[in-house]
C-alpha cells in the first residue's frame, strides 16, 4: 500500500512534528507532502524521508513564514497529484486536508486544530496582527472558512488529538472524530529531590500563549519566574517584568528536563488544543498551575496533579498561585508521573494504527457496497443495458 502523509508546513520542531515524527514510524516508506520546509530546522528523521512540497516553496519567505499565503494553499493542494496513493494521512492545523484524493483510496485526518486564525482565535489574531495583515484578513478569511468547510467533506475520518479539539471538529466541520491524545516521550523526564524556589513557563511568546498575565501575576506575587521562549512579545514583557523574572530564549533537553524536575510549578496560560508542556511537567513530577481550558483540562487533574484558574485575568492566576501554596503538601510526585504516563508513544501508535486500519477496511467495504449495487441491478434488468445502434445516415 503506497502511503502520503499531508503536513501543514515544515519550518520547525514543535508539538505537531513531534507527531508527523511517530506517523513516519508507523508508516517508514510513506512519502511527506508539505507546502514548504525548511530542512535545517528538521530533525534528522524528517530530513531523511522523501519530501515534497507545493508551489508556496518557491515563493518569497516562504520558508520562513509561510503562513503569510495561507490564501493560496487550498489552490495549492488541490494541485497536488495523490492518484498513485492507498492511504492518506493529513496532519492539520494550517491547511492540509483539503487534497484531492482517488475515491477507493482512505484518507484519515489527525486534527491537532481547526485553524486557529480564521475560527475561534480569528479576533486574537487580527488584533494583533500588522497593519498589511488586518487589511487582507477580512477579505480571505470569509472565502477560507467555506473551502476548510467544503474541504472536511474529503475526509474519511476524522481524529482529534483531544477532546476539545473534537468539539471544534463538530462545531465547525458537523464532522465525529476519534480522540486520540499526541505522543509524549515521558519517559526521558525524571524526578529530581532538588526542587527550588522558582515557577516555570515554557512556551513561544506569542499572544495567544497569555504570558502576560504570568508576568503581570509574579510582578505582584513578587516570587521568583523563569520564562522559556521566544517570540513577537518578548520586548513588551521584558519591559513589564520586576526583578524576580528572568527570560531564557532557549534550553538544550537536558537543561529543560532539569528545570522541569526543579521548578516548584509549571505556569500553564494558554488556552492549547493539547499542550505538552503540563505532560512534561507531570513526567517530572512536578504540578501544573494551568488556566483549566482547552486540553490540559484532560490531562492535569485538578487538586491532584495541579491547580486551575478560571478566568484569564491576572487576579485569578494570583489567587491560583495562593491557593497552590496551601495545597503543596497534599501534592504526590508519584501520582503526577502515573498520570503523564498515559500519553506513551507506544499508545498512540497502538491506537493510531487501529484507527487507519478501521478507515482502509471502511473505504473497502463501501467499494464492495458498490459492486454489489452494480451486480444486482444487472442480474434485475437481465444484463446491462443494451447499446443503441446508430443509422449509418447519422
Known amino acids: 500500500m503506497k502511503v502520503a502523509i499531508i503536513h501543514f508546513w515544515l519550518v520547525a520542531m514543535r508539538g505537531g512534528e513531534g507527531v508527523l515524527e511517530n506517523i513516519c514510524d508507523l508508516f517508514p516508506d510513506a512519502d511527506i507532502f508539505t507546502h514548504a520546509v525548511n530542512r535545517h530546522a528538521l530533525s534528522a528523521k524528517l530530513c531523511g524521508r522523501n519530501i515534497r512540497t507545493t508551489f508556496i516553496q518557491n515563493l518569497p519567505f516562504a520558508r520562513r513564514s509561510p503562513q503569510m499565503y495561507l490564501a493560496l494553499m487550498p489552490r495549492a493542494l488541490e494541485q497536488l497529484d495523490l492518484q498513485d496513493y492507498d ?7 494550517g491547511p492540509a486536508k483539503g487534497v484531492i484524493v482517488r475515491p477507493d483510496a482512505a484518507h484519515v485526518c489527525y486534527c491537532h486544530s481547526p485553524m486557529r486564525y480564521i475560527w475561534d482565535q480569528y479576533h486574537v489574531y487580527k488584533s494583533n496582527a500588522g497593519m498589511l495583515t488586518r487589511l487582507v484578513m477580512p477579505r480571505i478569511a470569509h472565502q477560507l472558512r467555506q473551502w476548510d468547510v ?3 467533506s474529503r475526509v474519511d475520518t476524522f481524529v482529534a488529538n483531544s477532546a476539545f479539539v473534537a468539539q471544534r471538529i463538530e462545531k465547525y466541520y458537523r464532522r465525529d ?3 486520540i491524545y499526541p505522543p509524549v516521550n515521558v519517559e526521558l523526564f525524571s524526578l529530581s529531590d532538588d526542587v527550588d524556589n522558582s515557577f516555570l513557563w515554557v512556551g513561544q ?3 495567544y500563549k497569555r504570558c502576560d498575565i504570568a ?5 505582584k506575587l513578587g516570587f521568583p519566574l523563569t520564562v522559556v521562549g521566544v517570540g513577537p512579545e ?7 517584568a520586576k526583578s524576580n523574572i528572568r527570560f531564557i530564549d532557549k534550553l538544550s533537553f537536558d537543561n529543560l528536563r532539569r528545570a522541569y524536575s526543579r521548578a516548584r510549578a509549571v505556569i500553564f496560560t494558554a488556552t492549547e488544543d493539547f499542550g505538552i508542556v503540563p505532560v512534561e511537567a507531570m513526567a517530572s513530577g512536578r504540578p501544573v498551575i494551568a488556566f483549566g481550558r482547552g486540553g490540559v483540562s484532560e490531562s492535569v487533574s485538578n487538586n491532584v496533579t495541579g491547580i486551575f484558574y478560571n478566568d484569564s485575568t491576572t487576579e485569578s492566576l494570583v489567587d491560583a498561585v495562593e491557593r497552590f501554596e496551601r495545597w503543596l503538601p497534599q501534592f504526590d ?3 503526577a508521573v502515573a498520570s503523564a504516563s498515559r500519553f506513551t508513544p507506544h499508545r498512540f501508535a497502538t491506537e ?3 484507527v487507519v486500519d478501521h478507515a482502509i477496511a471502511a473505504v473497502g467495504q463501501t467499494r464492495a457496497k458498490h459492486l454489489l449495487a452494480k451486480n444486482l441491478w444487472r442480474s434485475d434488468v437481465g444484463g446491462p443495458l443494451p447499446v443503441r445502434a446508430v443509422p449509418e445516415s447519422a
Open 333 to 335: 510526585p508519584q501520582l
Open 205 to 207: 511568546l506569542v499572544p
Open 352 to 354: 493510531f494504527r487501529a
Open 87 to 93: 492511504l492518506i494521512i493529513s496532519s492539520e492545523a
Open 150 to 152: 467544503s474541504s472536511a
Open 177 to 179: 472524530a476519534v480522540v
Open 215 to 219: 508576568v503581570a501575576a509574579f510582578n
Open 234 to 240: 518578548k520586548a513588551r514583557l521584558q519591559q513589564m
